[in-house]
């Protein structure tokens, strides 16, 4: 096991500024965040601190759960400040209204912070992202020669990737203005820097291409499908193991299905009744089909009965 010193980076947004995309359903706060804290312990070694760039007010943690360990790490950094560090550097002023800006100023961090930069590394995580299986830093977010470990496919990759500090502050040096431009004033568009970084990086062989145990839900409808869905979901996370499981926010509009849900999330999350999730999941699949062939023959046998008459 090779020691590595790293942080770890979280993008917050207050739920009472809705996101650039103006969906209401990502202005509530599910509280992924904890979660996500809470998970970290699963990590092998810790990271040196743990940035949280908030939106808006910074988020309401109950510090009660979490780790004394982990909660001694965390920063909160406000968004505007990197954002200030890049116009200082660059002379260009932010547009933001979703968290993909902030990507350009991630190198600031530790300097805000600490005055000059601490960790070669960081790793970056979104509040949705949850460790499930333990994680050996040095394994799986590195291959060959020490290089950062990324999966073939970045876009909707959905699972932590790890940074060189100054390879990421070159790469956002050598951008054309015209490409700062675009990163830093997307405004309402979602411009992903990572999917023009990580390219280059491999390209220029800084880093490496290897398959990662994770999973992800997106989008899931609602009521009893997204009930379902997940009682699925989670059970096979279980049952397979996966290291890492994203669940989007796309939760229940409905506040009885959403209090269901969030149930079901939490009683997965600690853990509670693996086995029990993947029964409680095949039976309520089995009496949905069941419920339906007997509805469809109910149907089916009253248009032969008026048929026949």
Not at 157 to 162: D, F, I, N, Q, Y
Not at 181 to 198: N, W
Not at 276 to 300: D, E, G, P, Q, S
């Given at each position: 096991m090779n020691k590595i010193e790293y942080d770890i980076i979280y993008r917050y947004c207050d739920p009472s500024i809705l996101s650039g995309d103006g969906k209401e359903i990502r202005s509530r706060n599910n509280n992924e965040l904890i979660f996500s804290l809470i998970s970290l312990k699963l990590l092998d070694q810790l990271p040196s601190d743990i940035f949280i760039i908030h939106k808006g007010s910074p988020p309401n943690?109950?510090?009660?759960?979490?780790?004394?360990?982990?909660?001694?790490?965390?920063?909160?950094?406000?968004?505007?400040?990197?954002?200030?560090?890049?116009?200082?550097?660059?002379?260009?002023?932010?547009?933001?209204?979703?968290?993909?800006?902030?990507?350009m100023g991630f190198q600031y961090l530790s300097k805000l912070k600490w005055g000059f930069q601490k960790s070669p590394y960081f790793l970056s995580v979104d509040d949705d992202y949850i460790i499930r299986q333990n994680v050996i830093v040095s394994d799986v977010f590195f291959g060959e020669k020490g290089l950062p470990a990324y999966p073939k496919k970045i876009k909707g990759?959905?699972?932590?990737?790890?940074f060189k500090y100054s390879d990421y502050t070159e790469f956002i040096h050598n951008l054309s203005?015209?490409?700062?431009?675009?990163?830093?004033?997307?405004?309402?568009?979602?411009?992903?820097?990572?999917?023009?970084?990580?390219?280059t990086m491999l390209k220029n062989r800084r880093g490496i291409v290897k398959p990662f145990n994770k999973s992800f839900i997106g989008h899931r409808y609602s009521g009893i499908f997204q009930f379902l869905i997940l009682y699925l979901y989670f059970a096979w996370v279980n049952l397979t193991k996966k290291q890492f499981a994203c669940i989007n926010d796309n939760?229940?509009?409905?506040?009885?299905?959403?209090?269901?849900?969030?149930?079901?999330?939490?009683?997965?999350?600690?853990?509670?009744?693996?086995?029990?999730?993947?029964?409680?999941?095949?039976?309520?699949?089995?009496?949905?089909?069941?419920?339906?062939?007997?509805?469809?023959?109910?149907?089916?046998?009253?248009?032969?009965?008026?048929?026949?008459?």
């Open positions: 943690i109950d510090f009660d759960s979490i780790s004394p360990k982990i909660y001694s790490k965390i920063t909160f950094i406000e968004e505007s400040k990197l954002f200030n560090s890049f116009y200082n550097e660059y002379g260009i002023m932010a547009k933001s209204r979703n968290s993909e800006p902030c990507k990759c959905h699972c932590p990737l790890m203005n015209n490409k700062k431009l675009k990163y830093i004033q997307s405004d309402r568009k979602r411009i992903d820097l990572f999917q023009e970084y990580i390219p939760w229940d509009t409905n506040d009885f299905w959403y209090n269901k849900e969030m149930d079901v999330y939490k009683k997965w999350f600690y853990k509670k009744h693996t086995i029990i999730i993947f029964i409680k999941a095949a039976l309520i699949f089995t009496c949905i089909v069941v419920t339906t062939i007997l509805f469809l023959l109910f149907i089916f046998k009253g248009i032969y009965h008026l048929y026949k008459a």
